[in-house]
């Protein structure tokens, strides 16, 4: 009976959990470094679409920062300060505000919707981090006056002469500050669309990585091939040899008079390596419904390789023009080769073992029909080169489908983690319940914790009884031994399904950090970047002690990769002691089954959700 009261359950949670799924805001693409806020006014009161700066602890109390994205400050010079701590969404409570001397406060506030007049200067306030520095213009603290008023990020001191600007010399040699160690694609058997799939036991091991950037007027293309290449004076080029081809598709182009719309590619570029020189050559398609190529060129175009014993790079400098882009361009990138030369094979044939691996994966050939679902779209100020950003370990920064918050919540789900991994560590992720609203405490707790499957693994899975394991995650509670479990592993979907209960009027969680859940995972080898963990918003849920459901938020965290010395040690507390599963799951199961029951007609806490 325990048994199937707890799927039973699980099965309606689940349900229940879906009619709350609100959407994702959807990304945003905002540069954070030299991004200037328009501010309002100094001190005073918060509302509507308005950007303000805070200049006493007094002021931070009555500025109703409670919905607005807010850092503060520290003064390094007249006008320019240093961010203290990453931005934060909110502040329910202004007593933990409080300003020492020369220190601001920055506020952003915007009511969330599409057409909000300030909703993308809140989003770009949520990116602005500790050690930011903040530069204001037409702003006067002791006056408290504002003309034209702005307040300008810099994600590095504006005082520092030795700025060293991203460039890129096409040489072949790929050493150039453009090139961003953290941006290469990097394409397989694995990830690629194979020209001619391959035969029952038949591995092929052939790879590459590529980058794109741009200036004003250039799109840089680099391709890494990760082996020597093959090819002689007589066998080399597509089908001979190790070969690369770019295929080009930009939205609206037209060929012929009358004009017709392109439907398969508008032209593609081939580098063919050849030991006297390698051979590039540019081929416009005259068929724009079909797929006819002819000679072409690119005015300007520029290109140079280098190779070894396993390496093969190519360097490639083409104007926009040349492919009649202005704004951003479609691409298809294949490298094919055969795995060695046989020269009884008489040309044009191709050598028996030549195979090619295309990124991106498409329904369709470039040359049949062009997949703009499957493509390289590429939108040239994306990947524009900037100023060179030395960092040890660049941070990755996420956007996860959060959904909406909450307004006024009645928990908050806070998850950490180490700040660093190293692949194959285990690291434990820390789940604290924080921000308890109802005086009765909470009884019942859930939540959905989302995992990157590609870089971790769950070390607590799911057994053949009643995952009493995946119970014993929950490591702190009051009287820990009067809370239930009906939990499970959902592997498919990369998460952890966790509800916890109890009906003991006494064990109930009034104090913000009694109830802690504790959650291993075994980092993958081969790992590199940031892994994020995190449970949306939406897809939490809570009930007080009278079965009153209760709202409230859920949240994320993100471990950076560490080096050998870094300090993984977990950042949260937790409990020493395991639980024993010795309630009675019966009784749960009836009170959570109430409670779904009562879910509609009781008093419910504020839902709008503000982004």
């Known amino acids: 009976m325990k048994k199937f009261l707890s799927i039973f359950m699980s099965l309606i949670l689940i349900g229940t959990m879906s009619s709350f799924l609100i959407s994702a805001d959807e990304p945003t693409d905002i540069e954070i470094n030299g991004y200037a806020f328009d501010i309002d006014y100094v001190d005073g009161r918060i509302k509507g679409e308005d950007a303000v700066v805070i200049t006493t602890t007094a002021a931070a109390q009555t500025a109703n920062l409670t919905y607005a994205t807010y850092f503060i ?16 969404a909110g502040c329910a409570d202004p007593t933990v505000i409080s300003l020492g001397t020369d220190e601001i406060v920055v506020g952003i506030h915007s009511d969330g919707s599409e057409n909000a007049l300030n909703l993308e200067q809140k989003r770009a306030a949520a990116l602005v981090k500790k050690d930011m520095y903040i530069t204001l213009s037409g702003i006067d603290l002791v006056a408290k006056t504002v003309t034209e008023g702005k307040a300008t990020v810099s994600k590095t001191d504006p005082r520092d002469g030795d700025v060293v600007t991203e460039t890129i010399t096409v040489d072949g040699v790929l050493d150039d500050t453009g090139w961003s160690s953290s941006g290469w694609t990097h394409v397989d058997s694995t990830n690629s669309r194979i020209m001619f799939e391959l035969k029952e036991n ?14 004003d007027t250039n799109l840089y293309v680099a391709v890494k091939y990760n082996q020597a290449p093959v090819g002689n004076e007589t066998y080399f080029g597509n089908g001979n040899g190790s070969n690369i081809r770019l295929w080009v598709f930009v939205d609206g182009a037209t060929y012929g008079d ?12 081939n580098y063919a390596y050849k030991p006297s020189g390698d051979v590039c050559e540019v081929r416009v398609n005259t068929l724009p419904e079909g797929n006819k190529h002819e000679a072409g060129t690119i005015e300007g175009m520029t290109y140079d390789s280098t190779n070894g014993a396993d390496y093969w790079y190519v360097e490639m400098s083409i104007p926009f023009a040349g492919i009649g882009a202005t704004t951003g361009a479609h691409f298809y990138l294949s490298v094919s080769t ?6 009884t094979v008489v040309l044009p044939a191709a050598q028996p073992t ?7 994966v498409s329904e369709t050939w470039p040359y049949h029909t062009w997949d703009t679902n ?20 660049p941070p990755v920064e996420f956007d996860p489908p959060m959904g909406d918050e909450v307004e006024n919540p009645g928990y908050s789900f806070e998850i950490s983690a180490p700040e660093s991994y190293l692949p194959g560590e285990t690291i434990n992720v820390t789940i604290t319940v924080n921000d308890i609203v109802p005086e009765s405490g909470l009884s019942f707790v859930s939540l959905k914790l989302y995992y990157d499957a590609d870089k971790v693994e769950p070390v607590v899975k799911n057994d053949d009884n009643e995952n009493e394991a995946i119970g014993q995650l929950l490591t702190t509670a009051p009287d820990l031994k009067k809370w239930e479990s009906v939990s499970k ?16 009027a006494s064990a109930t969680a009034k104090e913000d950090g009694s109830i802690v ?11 590199s970047g940031a892994i994020l963990f995190h449970a949306p918003h939406a897809e939490t849920s809570a009930a007080d002690y009278d079965v009153e459901d209760v709202f409230g938020n859920g949240g994320y965290t993100t471990v950076a990769l560490g080096t050998e010395t870094s300090d993984t040690s977990d950042t949260s507390e937790t409990s020493s002691t395991p639980p024993e599963t010795t309630g009675d799951a019966g009784t749960i199961a009836i009170a959570i089954i109430a409670f779904i029951a009562l879910a509609g007609t009781a008093t419910v806490a504020s839902k709008k959700r503000s982004r």
């Open 73 to 88: 400050c520290e003064k390094v010079e007249d006008e320019l300060y240093k961010v203290k701590a990453d931005a934060k």
């Open 338 to 343: 055969p795995t060695s030369i046989d020269e």
């Open 374 to 393: 499957g493509d390289i779209d590429v939108t040239f100020a994306d990947i524009k080169l900037g100023v060179v950003e030395e960092e040890e370990n």
């Open 517 to 527: 859940i504790t959650i291993p995972f075994k980092v993958k080898d081969g790992v």
């Open 258 to 269: 009358p004009a017709v719309a392109y439907t398969t590619y508008n032209s593609f570029i």
């Open 202 to 215: 038949e591995t092929r091991d052939e790879n590459y990585d590529f980058q794109m950037r741009t200036d």
């Open 489 to 504: 592993l959902e592997e498919d979907l990369h998460r952890y399904n966790l509800s916890y209960m109890t009906t003991t």
């Open 354 to 360: 030549n195979n090619s691996f295309n990124y991106g």
